[in-house]
């Protein structure tokens, strides 16, 4: 089935730099949705990527998908405590997650 | 804003025993999910379910687990016999179709086992 990995598992930042988070598959994917867990919360939806090369912002988060629509990344520049949590990469439909990457922010 | 509401928060329950996890999906949703996330791990997929029918699940929703939609409201999660290492965070969610739409989650539903 579909399965995805991400990278880093683990990253931690001064509060201010940049922060980037892969998503890889084996498989081409149809289209790839991104999630972020707070600490002692429950995932909740952040985008969704549909087509080739596709790049989306959200304020100071950019999600990109690949040509090949086997890869993603989540960027966030000029990270803010806020920031902080573990961010879920998974293929639509399937919804299974990948392992996520947890981003601690140093104030 | 519509949400799913997941009951209890938080349920202890013995070894050998039987548990309900109950969920109400967002009334429109037609597709219903469930996963558990042991303390500190990632959030592993259970079982998904449309047309009061699973139609993917993983290794880990074995025998002892069930799932049913019994009155077109409710969305349960049944482990028949509880072991300690079913202590976990089992959070459902439901999407309005299976792909390109997000998945609402609830806020979860802590079980220790003892």
């Known amino acids: 089935g579909q399965q995805v990995m991400q990278i880093p598992q683990y990253q931690h930042v001064q509060e201010g730099e940049d922060f980037t988070t892969y998503c890889n598959s084996s498989t081409t994917l149809s289209n790839i949705q991104w999630y972020k867990q707070r600490p002692g919360g429950h995932p909740v939806f952040l985008i969704q990527l549909v087509k080739s090369g596709e790049v989306k912002k959200q304020k100071r988060l950019t999600f990109q998908f690949g040509e090949a629509k086997k890869n993603s990344s989540l960027h966030i520049t000029a990270t803010q405590t806020t920031d902080v949590g573990t961010y879920f990469c998974?293929?639509?439909?399937?919804?299974?997650f990948g392992q996520g990457t947890t981003l601690q922010v140093k104030p | 804003e519509p949400e799913v509401t997941q009951t209890p928060s938080h349920q202890v329950t013995q070894m050998g025993q039987e548990v309900i996890l109950r969920c109400v999906p967002i009334?429109?949703?037609?597709?219903f999910y469930w996963y558990r996330q042991i303390l500190g791990q990632k959030v592993e997929f259970l079982v998904s379910?449309?047309?009061?029918?699973?139609?993917?699940k993983s290794e880990i929703f074995d025998d002892q687990f069930s799932v049913e939609r019994p009155d077109g409201s409710n969305f349960t999660l049944k482990i028949r016999s509880t072991k300690l290492e079913d202590s976990a965070m089992y959070f459902c969610?439901?999407?309005?179709?299976?792909?390109?739409?997000?998945?609402?989650f609830g806020q979860g539903t802590r079980l220790t086992v003892v």
């Open positions: 009334s429109n949703h037609l597709y």
């Open positions: 969610a439901s999407s309005e179709k299976n792909r390109n739409t997000e998945a609402f």
């Open positions: 379910f449309y047309n009061n029918e699973i139609s993917e």
């Open positions: 998974a293929p639509s439909g399937k919804l299974i």
